[in-house]
């Protein structure tokens, strides 16, 4: 199949499927032509990049872990299926982890702010004669 047929079928663009490619997730063919082709399985590949982006993983790391993931139940998710990706995906957990706590304290400073600001002319002249 061809990269329009991809797309079509995975609901991502083409352009995202050039960049799977440059990043070394697809590896489709090529003809004399130059035009990419595909195979079935790459339907696969393209679902199991995008369940491992939205799961917080960079290009990256997934080029390393795709190899080792396989299907749990049609659809349900993916699982290492070398036990040597554990500990890589730990890490990558803690880092997500840690950016989720970044983020709250953030949200909790920017609700102070927005707590401590005053309604309207009238509350807001009150309160910078009473700041001073």
Known sequence: MRIGE???RTGVSERSL???????LLRPRRRPSGYRVY???DVDTVRHVR???AAGLSTTLIAEVLPCMVEIEAGAGLAPSCPELVPHLDKERAR???AIDELTSARTLLDAVITATPD???EYQAWAAAAG
């Open 96 to 98: 997500i982890t840690a």
């Open 18 to 24: 050039r960049y799977y490619e440059e990043r070394g």
């Open 39 to 41: 195979v079935e399985s």
């Open 51 to 53: 369940i491992l982006l």
């Open 6 to 8: 991809l797309a079509r």
């Open 120 to 122: 309207g002319d009238t």
